[in-house]
Nanobody, 127 residues
Framework: EVQLAESGGGLVQPGGSLRLSCVAS????????MTWVRQAPGKGLEWVAT????????LWSDSVAGRFTVSRDNAINTLYLHMNNLRTEDAAVYYC????????????????????WGQGTQVTVSS
């Protein structure tokens, strides 16, 4: 069974840090560029960051530049999102997904029908 399982979300104060993990199973994660996407309450999906298959090429949105970074460990089929200096506007459900067509390199959202998506992990930023 193909699965992407996110974890690491929770409640954090503004200025705090979190590390999200996404563990892949049932497919070879190293064959795909991987992306993080978030959805804040009442808003649409927003692309956050993308990493290529071997981790040598990264890209992130302007809204998280300088605060978030993405990494991966293909040996353990795990993708990470390192989030620092969190703001209230970062509160959202965070999803990891494969990006078969590379749309996220242009800031797009990978299709759900053509990619693997996790169920999401909630990040709450509040004092």
């Amino acid at each position: 069974e193909v699965q992407l399982a996110e974890s690491g979300g929770g409640l954090v104060q503004p200025g705090g840090s979190l590390r999200l993990s996404c563990v892949a199973s049932g497919f070879t994660m190293s064959s795909y560029s991987m992306t993080w996407v978030r959805q804040a309450p009442g808003k649409g999906l927003e692309w956050v960051a993308t990493i290529n298959t071997v981790g040598g090429n990264l890209l992130w949105s302007d809204s998280v530049a300088g605060r978030f970074t993405v990494s991966r460990d293909n040996a353990i089929n795990t993708l990470y999102l390192h989030m620092n200096n969190l703001r209230t506007e970062d509160a959202a459900v965070y999803y990891c997904a494969t990006d078969r067509d590379g749309v996220s390199w242009a800031g797009g959202i990978p299709s759900r029908s053509g990619n693997f998506w996790g169920q999401g992990t909630q990040v709450t930023v509040s004092s």
